[in-house]
Nanobody
Framework: QVQLVESGGGSVQAGGSLRLSCAAT?????MGWFRQIAGKEREVVAS??????YYADSVKGRFTISRDNSKTTLYLQMNSLQLEDTAMYYC?????????????????WGQGTQVTVSS
């Protein structure tokens, strides 16, 4: 079992930056960030699968996903934040396999961290 704890959320003005962290108890083949606005479906933000990175079109060029050398901490550097980035951000992981942009393929989830972007 992989336990995930997110941190780093908060409030920021549009154009600003935040870095999210996700501490995992074990290394996982798939790790990703998803986000959800209340009343809307969860959507993928970015993932690392087997060392390869993937990004949603809406965040390409603004967000960077990375892992530390131990591969148990996942990061999401968010730059040029926009109002539309406001959401609850969740870290997800699967030890063996996943489809990078399909939340249902990840077995483990964190509790989430809120990101609020204001004008």
């Amino acid at each position: 079992q992989v336990q995930l704890v997110e941190s780093g959320g908060g409030s920021v003005q549009a154009g600003g930056s935040l870095r999210l962290s996700c501490a995992a108890t074990h290394n996982a083949y798939c790790m990703g960030w998803f986000r959800q606005i209340a009343g809307k479906e969860r959507e993928v933000v970015a993932s690392i699968v087997g060392g390869r990175t993937y990004y949603a079109d809406s965040v390409k060029g603004r967000f960077t996903i990375s892992r530390d050398n131990s591969k148990t901490t996942l990061y999401l550097q968010m730059n040029s934040l926009q109002l539309e980035d406001t959401a609850m951000y969740y870290c997800a992981a699967d030890a063996w396999d996943c489809v990078w942009n399909v939340g249902g393929s990840y077995l483990y989830w964190g509790q989430g961290t809120q990101v609020t972007v204001s004008s």
